[in-house]
């Protein structure tokens, strides 16, 4: 299989997971602020010119973070990284959707792409203003929901990944994050497979 991802973007959840489940593939490097992402090459392989991109052994392509990773935990049982039981698989998809449509999707974007939210330079302090309270409200929501274990289910599962890639934006802006949510992003750091994927990605780990 191909992954392509970007350092340190939402893609290092999916890289996360792939190491996890120790599955052997190829990482392609997209270098967004070059834009790779709008290649012909890249858009006749996902026309949404968004990483992460899942190349299957099949040869085709997978996009949209909640996708890569459900396909992950069905194609790969053995690993559990669902629940299992409808219930429980429904509240991993629930947390897993909304860190990557709300806290990601509506909150960090504001942060890291004013420019596309704001026509204007006079509105972009106002733009990332949003950003943060939206990004903050989405910690609140999820601190609450967090298992007394520290992850978001009892056991590790695809929420975490995502959640994990969140926190991690926030620890790199200096956006507090709030007890529960710190004891995940935490938890997650003590993972070896989350230690090895960041410095594979080329952060330091002190
Ligand atoms: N909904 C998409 C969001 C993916 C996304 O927005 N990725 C960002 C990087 S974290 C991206 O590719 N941005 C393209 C750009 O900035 O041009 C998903 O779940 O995969």
Redesign the pocket.
Known sequence: MKLYL?PG??STGIHILMEELDLVFEAHLVN?LNGD?NTPEYLAMNPK????TLVRNDGTAL????AIAYWLARSYPKARLLPGDPDGDARVIELMDYV?GTIH?LGFTRIF?TDKFALHEADFDAVKAQGMDIVTRGFAVVNDSLSPQGYVMDTFSIADAALFYVEFWADKTGISLPEMCLKHYLLMLQRPVVRRVLMEEGYRLD
């Open positions: 970007t973007s939402c967004l992402q010119a968004t990483i992460p996009t949209e973070f909640p990557v999707g792409t």
